[in-house]
């Protein structure tokens, strides 16, 4: 990968023969790029996580959705700083067109219909009353392991569309042609995609247990690694 952004630049799915311990080469090599700028890294992890709360908090009863819908997007402010630092060695928020960024703006529709999925789960689990409470930041006196299930609900979805983000900010492809290929590359991919799915499934389902910093702190690392995996699937 010679060039951060190129509309011209084809690509094709790795060897779909992989072995579950790939996904240990993804995390290694993810690792390496994450301690090039783990300050950076850890910084901007953080700030997307309290500028997705503060919009939850302070925009009343559609401040949910607009968090949720704000989210992706923020999201993919992350993967530009982890794919300029992987192929540039600095981290940097640049990249993209005017209409890339506009798909990714409609792709980020997904987050408040994965969080409603989400939700669902959480009354299941929970109970309407609590999940009630719960999205209106209120404390509530419900098992752990319950919030963290609900949380981790979503990724199987997540890891089914995890490279989206990538191929419309970076490769410019149309919404439909990225979510395709994103499936795609994941299915063909099995065996170390269901690993990184487990660490996926860790970094939010642990944040009852941690305050949040197994999101903030894993969380990067994991993306780091997911973008290492985008790289060997992709050409």
Not at 15 to 30: I, M
Not at 67 to 74: E, M, N, Q, V, Y
Not at 148 to 156: D, H, R
């Amino acid at each position: 990968m010679t060039t951060l952004t190129s509309a011209s630049t084809t690509y094709q799915h790795a060897n779909k023969s992989l072995p579950a311990k790939e996904a240990l080469t993804w995390l290694k090599e993810g690792w390496q790029l994450f301690k090039k700028a783990p300050i950076k890294l850890l910084g901007l992890s953080f700030l997307m996580l309290l500028i997705a709360g503060l919009l939850q908090g302070l925009l009343g009863p559609v401040g949910l959705g607009v968090s949720k819908w704000i989210s992706p997007i923020l999201a993919t402010f992350m993967w530009l700083a982890i794919a300029n630092l992987a192929v540039k060695g600095r981290v940097s928020l640049s990249g993209g067109t005017l209409r890339s960024w506009a798909n990714i703006a409609l792709w980020s529709l997904t987050g408040p219909a994965i969080a409603w999925i989400q939700f669902q789960i959480g009354d299941m689990l929970m109970g309407a009353e609590s999940m009630a409470a719960l999205a209106s930041g209120n404390i509530v006196d419900v098992p752990a392991w319950k919030v963290g299930l609900m949380m981790g609900s979503a990724t199987p979805i997540n890891l089914l569309l995890l490279f989206v983000p990538l191929l419309l900010i970076l490769k410019h492809h149309s919404i439909s042609a990225s979510f395709k290929n994103s499936i795609a590359a994941v299915i063909g991919a099995y065996k170390p995609m269901l690993v990184v799915g487990v660490m996926m499934f860790l970094s939010v389902a642990l944040a009852p247990y941690t305050f949040a910093l197994s999101g903030l702190v894993l969380g990067p690392i994991v993306s780091c690694a997911c973008f290492v995996a985008y790289q060997r699937l992709f050409r």
